[in-house]
């Protein structure tokens, strides 16, 4: 049986993610109207906030605040969000497989000059190797894009696009050494919102 997951952003018996809730490792977000939620019931984002210090480590040699680090990095569009990559890093995504941490860098580059992703945490399950996370995606066009580009359509400012991915992380010295990440979920397909 699947672990439920509430609201507040602890897993129900006693799993990680509540021990690292209860530990005060992560910063929950406060509850939302069901109107303003873009997310289905039971889907939506849980897990965000900022890494205290904490430096004992829980997942391969990266401790959970610290991957939760890299995420506000990777949202905010953070360069130093490269400083999590091996140098021989590979990032298997669903279209592309993009190699070395400046190649990863120079693609998002691209991407977020016109969008704007939103990545959270909703699920998250580590061991010495590496983590794999659920990981509800926006997003946002804020200019136009013609094709040819990364989504193979043409996007105009204002559309927004959902989706929950799936993330496998190898995790050698501390650093993403292998990441694949797959769509496991659509939320929405590119839509104009506001």
């Known amino acids: 049986m699947a672990n ?27 509850a939302r109207s069901a109107a303003a939620d873009p997310w289905p019931p039971g889907t939506g984002p849980i897990l965000s ?3 205290p210090g904490d430096s ?27 400083e999590f990559y091996h140098p021989d890093v590979v990032l298997e995504l669903g279209n592309a497989t993009i190699r070395t941490a400046q190649g990863i860098r120079d693609f998002y580059k691209e991407v977020h000059a016109h969008i704007h992703e939103k990545v959270e945490v909703s699920r998250y399950v580590a061991d010495a190797t590496g983590i794999a996370a659920e990981l509800p995606s926006e997003f946002k066009v804020y200019k136009d894009w013609a094709e040819p580009n990364y989504f193979r359509r043409a996007l105009k400012a204002g559309e927004v696009f959902r989706v929950i991915s799936l993330g496998m992380y190898q995790v050698e010295n501390g650093k993403f050494r292998h990441i694949k990440a797959a769509r496991y979920k659509l939320v929405n397909e590119w839509r104009m919102e506001g």
Do not use: C
């Open 56 to 82: 004992q480590p829980r997942s391969g040699g990266m401790p959970l605040a610290r991957y939760l680090q890299y995420v506000n990095w990777f949202n905010s569009d953070d360069p130093r969000y490269i």
């Open 49 to 51: 906030g900022k890494a």
């Open 4 to 30: 439920p997951i509430d609201r507040r952003g602890l897993l129900v018996g006693g799993s990680l993610l509540g021990a690292a809730g209860i530990l005060g490792l992560l910063e929950t977000r406060p």
